[in-house]
C-alpha cells in the first residue's frame, strides 16, 4: 500500500508541475485535471476524503472548464456550482479545521481555472499552491507538497516567462 500511494503521488507530482509551463489555458486544465485524478487516488487510499473529493471535483470541473472556454461560453454559473459543491463536500468529509485549507484552495483554483486569462489563472492559483503544501504536510501526502512546492515555482517561472518578460521583436527586412 505504501508503495501505491508514492507512485501515485510522483504521478501527480509530475503532471501537476508541468502545467503551469504550458501558455494554453486548454493544457493547462486538461493536464491538472489529470494530476488530481492521481491525487485523489492517493488521498483515497489515505483516508483523506476531504482532499480527495476535492480533487474529483477538480478533475471535472477543468475538463468543463476546458469545454466552456474552447466554446466561449461563460464559466460563471459552473464556479459557483462547483463552488458551492465544495463546501458541501467539505462540511459532509469534516475532518478538523485542517479541511478548510483544501476547501480555500479548490476554490481559489475553481475561479481561476474559470478564466480564459491564462495570466490570471496563474495569479490566482498561486495561494491555493501554499495551502496545499500545508495540507499535504498535515496528512502526509510528502509527494503532493512536493508537487505543489514544485508548481509554487513553476507559476513564478510562468509569470516570469509569459507576463512579464517581454518577447523579443523580431527584425523585419525590408
Known amino acids: 500500500m505504501w508503495v501505491l500511494v508514492r507512485i501515485l503521488g510522483i504521478l501527480g507530482?509530475?503532471?501537476?508541475?508541468i502545467p503551469f509551463?504550458?501558455?494554453r489555458h486548454k493544457h493547462i486544465v486538461l493536464c491538472k485535471g489529470l494530476s488530481t485524478v492521481f491525487f485523489a487516488t492517493q488521498y483515497f487510499v489515505l483516508g483523506a476524503y476531504t482532499g480527495a473529493w476535492m480533487d474529483l471535483i477538480s478533475?471535472?470541473?477543468n475538463f468543463i472548464f476546458y469545454k466552456l472556454v474552447e466554446k466561449g461560453k461563460s464559466t460563471l454559473p459552473v464556479i459557483l456550482a462547483f463552488s458551492f459543491l465544495l463546501v458541501i463536500i467539505t462540511a459532509t468529509s469534516w475532518g478538523g479545521?485542517?479541511?478548510l485549507l483544501p476547501l480555500i484552495a479548490k476554490i481559489l483554483s475553481t475561479v481561476s481555472y474559470g478564466m480564459k486569462s491564462e495570466?490570471?489563472?496563474r495569479l490566482i492559483t498561486f495561494p491555493s499552491c501554499i495551502l496545499?503544501?500545508?495540507y499535504n504536510c498535515i496528512v502526509g501526502t510528502y509527494e503532493a507538497a512536493i508537487g505543489d512546492a514544485l508548481s509554487f515555482?513553476?507559476?513564478i517561472i510562468a509569470i516570469y516567462k509569459f507576463d512579464i518578460k517581454?518577447?523579443?521583436e523580431v527584425a523585419v527586412a525590408e
Open 13 to 17: 507530482l509530475i503532471t501537476g508541475v
Open 21 to 23: 509551463q504550458f501558455k
Open 59 to 61: 478533475s471535472t470541473r
Open 97 to 99: 479545521w485542517f479541511s
Open 119 to 121: 495570466r490570471l489563472l
Open 132 to 134: 496545499w503544501i500545508v
Open 153 to 155: 515555482i513553476s507559476i
Open 166 to 168: 517581454k518577447p523579443k
